[in-house]
Each structure stands twice: as structure tokens, then as C-alpha cells.
Nanobody, 122 residues
Framework: VQLQASGGGLVQGGGSLRLSCAGS????????MAWFRQAPGKDREFVAN????????SYADSVKGRFTISRDNAKNMVHLQMNSLKPEDTAVYYC????????????????WGQGTLVTVSS
């Protein structure tokens, strides 16, 4: 099983980035997919998730209206479009996959990617 995240980088506040995560070694279309993030000295926190078909999404309040999660099951990919970025969005972003029917927290996620660093300057 592998989740390979990419797309991180340095961006000015107000800018945009698109993160991508490629999954392999498991039945991608049967898994909830999510993005979490971890800022220095802080706990890993939920950002967004998307159900198997892509028809249902959920977002943390802090990113609602700015971030959009999507998936392409034909390509085993999940994306996170991040707009209007703020310095407080600076973190390592992780993609994760859950076999649970309705994952409630990070402990419900079975597989994790290696993370990609997003840095937003003020």
C-alpha cells in the first residue's frame, strides 16, 4: 500500500496550491479519502474528507469555503485545491485512506502518505 502526496510548496498569503495524492496497493474506490495537516508543535488535525464516490465531502471549519477536496477513482487520485491561503495554513499535509464506513477521526484511517509541506508567507 502506498499513498504518495505531492504539490506542496511556498506560496504567498492569498495564493493557491493544489495538492495531489496517488494511491496504490489497495482498492482505492472503496476507501474514504482525507487530508489532514500538522503544524509545528501541534497535533495532526482533520482538513477534509470525501466518500467513495465523491458525492459527499466534509471540511474543517477553518478551511470551509477556501479548500475543495475531489477524487478521480479512475486514476486512484485525490486532490485538495487550496485557495485564499493564510499563514496559519502552514503545515505538513497528509493524505489518508479509511476502510471504515464513516470515519470519525484520524484513528479510523488505515493508510497514510508521507506528507507534503505547505508554507504560506505573510
Amino acid at each position: 500500500v502506498q499513498l504518495q502526496a505531492s504539490g506542496g510548496g511556498l506560496v504567498q498569503g492569498g495564493g493557491s496550491l493544489r495538492l495531489s495524492c496517488a494511491g496504490s496497493g489497495f482498492t482505492f474506490s472503496s476507501y474514504y479519502m482525507a487530508w489532514f495537516r500538522q503544524a509545528p508543535g501541534k497535533d495532526r488535525e482533520f482538513v477534509a474528507n470525501i466518500n467513495w464516490s465523491g458525492g459527499s465531502t466534509s471540511y474543517a471549519d477553518s478551511v470551509k469555503g477556501r479548500f475543495t477536496i475531489s477524487r478521480d477513482n479512475a486514476k486512484n487520485m485525490v486532490h485538495l485545491q487550496m485557495n485564499s491561503l493564510k499563514p496559519e495554513d502552514t503545515a505538513v499535509y497528509y493524505c489518508a485512506a479509511a476502510a471504515a464506513r464513516f470515519p470519525r477521526n484520524r484513528y479510523d484511517y488505515n493508510y497514510w502518505g508521507q506528507g507534503t509541506l505547505v508554507t504560506v508567507s505573510s
